[in-house]
């Protein structure tokens, strides 16, 4: 297999997913219960978690400047890095039972997700464009090992350090920073393109005005939003609106994880068949059909129905969307439309995850959902429009 192989570059970036993002997984399984023994309240347990995902909307257009800048294999290679102080500061905090220290380690990975997140990118720019589907959706399928692997880990090294409990996870989420660092150094990726004056491309300006760009950031943006809003307030919703066990509420949300990453077996498939326009209007579409299993009851069943359809969607919702958007700029501007594209999905993302344990103690469960549905069909409207002009544009061609 050769340096520049697709499959070989697929394959390098797809462990660099499974391994950057179980340090995310890792905070999502332990972090909450670490920030309650050093919390000086109870009700600020979520904070450094809300810490993480602060530092990975502020940092995502910074993230691919640099990744730019630096080059895609050494840009990802500094993100990587960022995890091991993330994860020695977060187990000092622990040892130390400092809850500020603590927020700064969980905002560390947030920017060293920044990065991580722009994987697809690279996979999709560094293949021929027949594979581009393809390398995005298995790329993004590292996510299901990284949904096994770091809170695994995590449970197993609960008790490692006497006295500091969960202390371990960070240690073995530094670890794991070297071990990525190690594969990212042998990716072979395309070249990032330096700007020449009066060779930039388009305008910022230009490019929001562009159908072809600002169409498929509002289908990620949206997917990703929703898929958010919805899955953070669930487990909440299950135990505390519903009555239902808390061991319920932790296995709906792991099919959840599941139903996020394993469809990226069939995905690259489906936007070879279908088109990327449709496989992300059929996202949203399920996102939208799981708004309206959970307005038909409460029981496991429907909570668990609804987190799967949620999952399936935001994967189909996401990947096309991103398959969609690296189809509709030039190397040039590259760098420029990822980091709009990048700074918006995970911004909104971050209200969204801020706002929906606000909304369920303001309007409640049902009242989330209700939310999800219309804005799930304007974005799946401004899609089916964009694919009708596509084809215009193309029959008149």
């Known amino acids: 297999m050769s340096a520049n192989s697709p499959v070989r570059t697929i394959a390098l970036l797809s462990l660099s997913q499974a391994l950057n993002g179980s340090n995310g997984a890792i905070v999502v399984a332990i972090g909450g219960l670490a920030a309650a023994t050093l919390a000086p309240d109870r009700s600020l347990a979520t904070l450094p978690v809300t810490a993480m995902v602060i530092g990975l909307a502020l940092t995502s257009g910074l993230a691919s400047y640099l990744i730019h800048r630096l080059g895609r294999r050494h840009g990802f290679m500094l993100g990587a890095a960022f995890s091991l102080p993330a994860g020695l500061l977060a187990a000092t905090a622990i040892m130390m039972h400092s809850f500020v220290l603590f927020c700064v380690g969980l905002f560390l990975v947030g920017i060293s997700n920044a990065f991580g997140n722009q994987y697809r990118f690279a996979a999709a720019d560094s293949v021929p464009p027949d ?77 929001l005005r562009d159908p072809d760009i600002f169409i498929p950031i509002i289908a990620a943006t949206t997917s990703y939003a929703l898929m958010t809003l919805v899955m953070v307030a669930a487990p909440l919703a299950m135990v505390y609106v519903c009555g239902l066990p808390s061991i319920a509420a932790t296995t709906a949300i792991q099919w959840h994880v599941v139903a996020m990453f394993a469809p990226s077996f069939i995905t690259g498939w489906l936007i070879s068949k279908l088109g990327a326009h449709l496989t992300a209007g059929l996202g949203l579409a399920m996102i939208a059909g ?94 089916a429009w964009g694919d009708l002009r596509k084809r215009s544009k193309a029959a008149a061609a």
């Open 131 to 207: 594979w581009k589907g393809k390398s995005i959706s298995f790329v993004m399928l590292g996510g299901v090992f990284a949904g096994f692997i770091g809170p695994g880990l995590g449970g197993l090294t609960k008790d490692a350090i006497p006295g500091a409990p969960f202390a371990g996870g960070f240690l073995i989420m530094a670890a794991l920073s070297v071990v990525t660092v190690t594969v990212l150094s042998q990716t072979r990726l395309a070249p990032t393109v330096v700007r020449v004056k009066g060779q930039e491309g388009r305008s910022l300006r230009q490019l």
């Open 290 to 383: 799981a708004a309206i299993v959970a307005l038909t009851g409460r029981s496991v069943l429907h909570f668990e129905v609804a987190l799967v359809l949620l999952g399936a969607g935001w994967n189909f919702g996401f990947i096309g969307a991103t398959a969609l958007l690296s189809e509709s700029y030039s190397p040039q501007e590259a760098a420029r439309v990822q980091g709009l594209n990048e700074q918006l999905v995970f911004g909104v993302m971050a209200i969204a995850s801020i706002s929906s344990g606000l909304l369920l103690d303001l309007v409640g469960w049902e009242t989330i959902n209700i939310i999800a549905i219309p804005l799930a069909a304007v974005a799946i409207l401004t899609l």
